[in-house]
């Protein structure tokens, strides 16, 4: 069984950075393709980044801010979020699927889920 841990939220200022990771088990992490999505207060789940092989793909929010990558040996994908702004204050999901003939930008065609990490910008 997939399991999915993500780490690296927390409060940050407006305009400053943070890197979310999260890290894979349970399955061989190199054929899945990940992805990140994210919930504001009050609000639905949203798309935010995903690396499906070469392929990265970004909502336009976040688009020249936020990089998404993956270290196979690690286990790990990663989000790092730079320029941060309020609006993007949600708690942080990691996902993963199997089905790799497709980049997944919709949250039910992911499978695996991780717990969340809340990260907060204050203005």
């Known amino acids: 069984q997939v399991q999915l841990v993500e780490s690296g939220g927390g409060l940050v200022q407006a305009g400053g950075s943070l890197t979310l990771s999260c890290v894979f088990s349970g399955r061989t992490f190199s054929s899945y393709q990940m992805g990140w999505f994210r919930q504001p207060p009050g609000k639905e789940r949203e798309f935010v980044a995903t690396i499906n092989w070469n392929d990265r793909r970004y909502t336009d929010s976040v688009k020249g801010r936020f990089t998404v990558s993956r270290d196979n040996a690690k286990n790990t994908v990663y989000l790092q979020m730079n320029s941060l702004k309020p609006e993007d204050t949600a708690v942080y999901y990691c996902?993963?699927?199997?089905?790799?003939?497709?980049?997944?930008?919709?949250?039910?065609?992911?499978?695996?889920w991780g717990q969340g990490t809340q990260v907060t910008v204050s203005s």
């Open positions: 996902a993963a699927d199997s089905r790799r003939w497709r980049t997944a930008i919709n949250p039910g065609e992911y499978a695996y």
